[in-house]
């Protein structure tokens, strides 16, 4: 069996201590918060669900989609919450290929922290972006994930592309 190492991802794990896990969620409470604040990875909004930057990305533009309500099982979704994760899902592809032109997308999500969930409480769901040429010799030679954009400059050029969308 092969094995695929991505050590930079270590920072993020140890980031999430068992005794630290009562009753902080870093999803919980984004109803009220402003897409246009710089200081939050809020890139689009809806009524069920919110769409917010990866914090510790995979690649420029790895969007999470993740319902308001706190959940901690994929079966706790209402239909109406299936609904809004899939078109919300279905909107961040489009922002994506509007405003960074990937190749292709990763869609998934990790339920349990035994899959890999690091935020293991409150459910949410991967989109990242992927381009020919995108996996490079830094990780393994360098031990370093090249990302290639700002979190902020990224957070910017997707608002708008959301809006234009959403404006359709």
């Known amino acids: 069996m092969n094995r695929l190492w991505s050590p930079w991802r270590s920072q993020y794990i140890?980031?999430?201590?068992?005794?630290?896990?009562?009753?902080?969620?870093i999803f919980c409470g984004q109803e009220d918060s402003d897409i246009h604040n710089e200081?939050?990875?809020?890139?689009?909004k809806d009524a069920k669900v919110f769409t917010v930057l990866n914090l510790f990305p995979y690649n420029s533009g790895h969007l999470m989609i993740v319902p308001y309500r706190h959940l901690g099982s994929l079966i706790e979704l209402t239909d109406e919450e299936n609904l809004a994760v899939m078109k919300n899902l279905q909107l961040a592809s489009q922002a994506l290929e509007s405003a960074m032109k990937p190749h292709g997308f990763n869609v998934g999500a990790n339920f349990g922290r035994v899959a890999g969930a690091?935020?293991?409480?409150?459910?949410?769901?991967h989109i990242v972006?992927?381009?020919?040429?995108?996996?490079?010799?830094?990780?393994?030679?360098?031990?370093?994930?090249?990302?290639?954009?700002?979190?902020?400059?990224?957070?910017?050029?997707?608002?708008?592309?959301?809006?234009?969308?959403?404006s359709k």
């Not at 140890?14 to 969620?25: A, G, H, P, Q, V």
């Not at 200081?39 to 689009?44: A, E, G, K, M, S």
């Not at 490079?136 to 031990?143: A, K, T």
């Open 39 to 44: 200081n939050n990875l809020l890139v689009h």
């Open 129 to 166: 972006p992927r381009w020919n040429g995108d996996i490079n010799f830094m990780p393994v030679i360098g031990d370093v994930k090249v990302i290639s954009q700002d979190l902020l400059e990224t957070k910017r050029s997707l608002i708008e592309a959301f809006a234009k969308i959403s």
């Open 118 to 125: 690091g935020i293991d409480q409150h459910i949410h769901f």
């Open 14 to 25: 140890s980031s999430f201590k068992d005794e630290d896990r009562s009753n902080t969620c």
